[in-house]
């Protein structure tokens, strides 16, 4: 394997015509740089440099080699300017995903913010399910995940295995009524009170359904659902329209007209929100950066919530 250091040494050396002039230009002793030659040509396995009177001047070899180095230092550079820069998240990039409800408004925020404080990184987002992402996360597909577990059952406990989670914030589960219907009048709203209603709710196995259906379950009923949907915004539809009740995350419960949102008494079903990363993995600059947006973005919310 030749050495860099010494490739840089004969290419002065050549550039020069001698080894005094190198080692000024080095700022090396004379000694050192023929010795740093002499080594260059035993790993090279031939001679590189033919002294004579007038100086030195490259064999065949010699000038292969060179050639060779300036491209290798050329490109050794380039290397070391883009290393600074995704230092300095002038370069670099973060691959984020998210489920929707977050999605739609947390790290909507938080792409927002990244882009003004790092317009150089490239950034991209990815939308699904935990239980579609995480495994891609795990799998080095994704640098950073939004994800939630929740506060009854066991939520996604197993799913976060292996994972570091940074804590976001707590999303609790608020209800959602038609603004006409009697609850709609309440500050809060106990869980029992709408057991008997006709609900609107996601249709399939999603996350925030299991964890609606458990926080029901545990309250001693089971939702009778009427019109499903995946998407909170046709949800929210159905409910201004005055067909139905349901539960929601907070983050999901964007303001509509004809909708009263009220939180839960008595019982406070919450997810959990965090940023997380795969255990063990190397965490870039840039995907440290998106975390520390991901929480100050949090922390918007979480005043927001609290006025």
């Not at 050495?3 to 550039?15: G, H, I, Q, S, Y």
């Not at 015509?17 to 090279?44: C, I, K, W, Y």
Request: with cysteine; aromatic share 4%.
């Amino acid at each position: 394997m030749l050495d860099v250091r010494r490739l840089r040494v004969l290419r002065e050396v050549a550039e020069q015509g001698s080894f005094s002039a190198a080692a000024d230009a080095l700022n090396f002793t004379q000694s050192a740089v023929s010795q740093q030659v002499a080594a260059l040509e035993r790993e090279a396995g031939t001679k590189l440099l033919q002294r004579g009177n007038g100086g030195v001047r490259l064999t065949d070899a010699g000038q292969a080699l060179v050639r060779h180095a300036d491209v290798i230092l050329a490109q050794l550079a380039d290397a070391e300017r883009e290393l600074a820069a995704i230092a300095g998240l002038r370069g670099g990039r973060v691959r984020l995903a998210s489920f929707p409800s977050a999605g739609a408004t947390l790290v909507t925020e938080a792409v927002s913010m990244y882009r003004e404080r790092y317009p150089e990184v490239e950034l991209s987002l990815a939308e699904g399910e935990p239980h579609d992402t995480v495994p891609r996360l795990k799998r080095g597909e994704f640098d950073v995940a939004v994800v939630c577990d929740y506060t009854h059952g066991t939520g996604g406990g197993q799913l976060l295995e292996e994972l570091d989670c940074i804590h976001l914030l707590d999303d609790p589960l608020v209800v959602a009524v038609p603004e006409r219907h009697p609850l709609a009048e309440r500050k809060a709203v106990r869980l029992e009170q709408i057991a008997g209603e006709p609900w609107v709710a996601g249709c399939g196995g999603g996350f925030c359904n299991g964890m609606i259906l458990e926080a029901c379950v545990e309250a001693g009923f089971r939702p009778n659902v009427a019109f499903e949907s995946d998407d909170h915004n046709v949800l929210l539809g159905l409910l201004a329209a005055g067909v139905g009740v349901t539960l929601l995350p907070e983050l999901a419960a964007a303001p509509r007209a004809g909708v009263a949102v009220r939180p839960v008494t008595g019982s406070s079903p919450t997810r959990r929100i965090y940023a997380a990363t795969a255990a063990e993995a190397h965490r870039s600059p840039a995907t440290d950066a998106m975390i520390e947006v991901l929480r100050a973005a949090s922390e918007r919310f979480d005043r927001a919530a609290a006025a």
